[in-house]
């Protein structure tokens, strides 16, 4: 094992990597930029390096800064978090040149698998079964419009390149169709530098389901079941939760070992996620493989009772696993809520402020994952999340009730600073939710319910329209 | 040097320079730059609202006040050493390991006491094999080396203190 392992991320997932090393009695480096110089992780670290200004692309991007950090302390391996340089190969590449272990797959199976298209073609030779679209990448529009006719509309187009949610455009008809396809290819280019695109089959009404796998790189492999990941907001996760409820066991099992089953065929090391949508007749299509630590592990965490961070260590260090299928146990069910400083009446802007009050919750079954502090200013320059919590129970419904009360107890207060926490519990509170009955699309339907419009709207039931949740 | 300008006449260049610089580097439509020499706070306000987080490139259309970190020569208030506020500071762009001079057995770019010019190299950083010559801003006399030859840098670490000459 390491002796000392520089963290190159911020925030919670920060502070998270850096627990599970004093755990396993393996010093820490925090790196950070100069808004950061006060942060919990920086506090709680052995040492620090300060890389670079607040903006990302001159310090947590700032790969050559990272190494020097990593030589001037002498450590001998890098755990990159989520986003950031998490899923980037050629950061993964510099670090094996420089003699540094980085905590993920291959540089070659993550290049591979950041390559949506080709991942898609290397899931459907693996056996997995795919959405209906183009496997290759359309290079015109007229070759990408004879996709989208010929498998219906609505589609969705995809970047290549893309991740977390961005890049993607769903066309409803082909009228629309040319427009959009280009739209996505500029933002591909500005954003990815890479404009290349697919088009797939849309689901409105699918569920975003995920299997959490381990693989040891010497052919080893398990799955720890699934997390329903379908309340998102613009392809973001808001609401997160383990196992998928009301799936057939049948289905589960085998959502999870086509996991495995792609993971394994193309060589993957460490933890990853291979996200899946369930349609309405519980058949599952391959999305994509994360090659990261995702920021919903702790549900997987609280229903397996491993420690995913221990065990991307353990596997990074080169060891064999050390968990065999048949001793995962899936008990009772875990649900984790971001709580990010946004302002959901103002369309979820973000509202960076100094926190005075600051209280999580706590009490039996609760987990929250925080670098919030009182006191602590939430700045303009990053990710708007502030903490995760996270509770279990023997089953769903007191599962939903716990995490209900102990959102209602964290207290968090600031000049102009407000959370997504009364949106989360609108969303704890709807009938579909409760039933465990919902879909990709239940966090559009509840903003269109509270919306108010200025002048009386016209409704088409005939039914009077829904007051504002406030 | 002609005439003797005075420490406003430096700061003044500086300032311009600094903004100058500034409006040529960022995204406009600028609404608004303020700048302070105090703690070294540079806010630039676009046209618009929205303040996005930065979780990666961000597009042209943001519109976000963001401070920028002083650049090395500028005066910044070090978190550490006596009256770092009342002395202008060099200080590390980037990560890496400080040399005073330009080989081993060479005499150092500067000692305590020399006056520098603007311009004028006051030593090295390495940052992953490359040799990255650290020059001060403007003129001054050095009033201390904050860091050893060889030694480890950080981001922003002030190297030299100055103070006018």
Partial sequence: MFEKLLIANRGEIALRVARACRELGIRTVAVHSTVDRDSAVVRYADESVCIGPAASRHSYLNAAAIIEAARQTGA?????????LSEDPDFAEICADNGLVFVGPRPEVMAVL??????RALMRDAGLPLLPGSVETLATVGEARAVADEIGYPVIIKVAAGG????????????????????????????????????????PQARHVEVQVLCDGHGGGVHLGTRDCSVQRRHQKLV???????????????????ALRGALSVGYSGAGTVEFLVDEAERFHF??????IQVEHPVTEMITGVDLVHEQLHLASGAPLRIRQDEVQLRGVAIECRVNVEDPERDFLPTPGRLD????????????????TPGYVVGPHYDSLLAKVVVWAPERTLALDRLERALEEFDIAGPGVHTTIPFIRRVLDDARFRKGRYSTDLVDRLLRDADTPAKPPVDRTGEPAAPTAR | MT??????????????EQASRLVAEVDGPL???????????????????????????????????RPVSAVSGTPVAAGSGADAASRDCVVAPMVGTFYRAAEPGASPFVEVGDLVEPGQVIGIVEAMKLMNHITAEHAGKVAEVLVGNGEPVEFNQPLIALVSA
């Fill in chain 2, 3 to 16: 005439g003797e300008p005075t420490e406003d006449d430096h700061l003044l260049a500086q300032l311009r």
């Fill in chain 1, 357 to 372: 009050r600051f209280q999580p919750p706590a009490g039996p079954f609760t987990r929250v994952d925080t670098h919030g």
């Fill in chain 2, 31 to 65: 609404r608004r730059i303020r700048m302070r020499s105090g703690n070294a706070v540079v806010e630039i306000e676009w046209h618009g609202a929205a303040t996005p987080a930065e979780a990666g490139p961000a597009l042209p259309t943001d519109a976000v006040v």
């Fill in chain 1, 114 to 119: 950041g390559d949506k298209s080709r991942a």
């Fill in chain 1, 164 to 203: 977390g949610g961005r890049g993607m455009t769903v066309v409803w008809s082909a009228a629309d169709f040319a427009r959009a396809y280009a739209h996505t290819r500029t933002v591909a280019r500005a954003v990815f530098a890479d404009d290349r695109v697919y088009v797939e089959r849309y689901l």
């Fill in chain 1, 240 to 258: 997160e939760e383990g196992p998928a409820p009301a799936l057939s066991a049948g289905t589960l099992d085998a959502i999870a070992a086509a």
């Fill in chain 1, 287 to 292: 999305m994509e493989i994360n090659c990261r």
């Fill in chain 1, 76 to 84: 001998g391996a890098i755990h990159p978090g989520y986003g950031f």
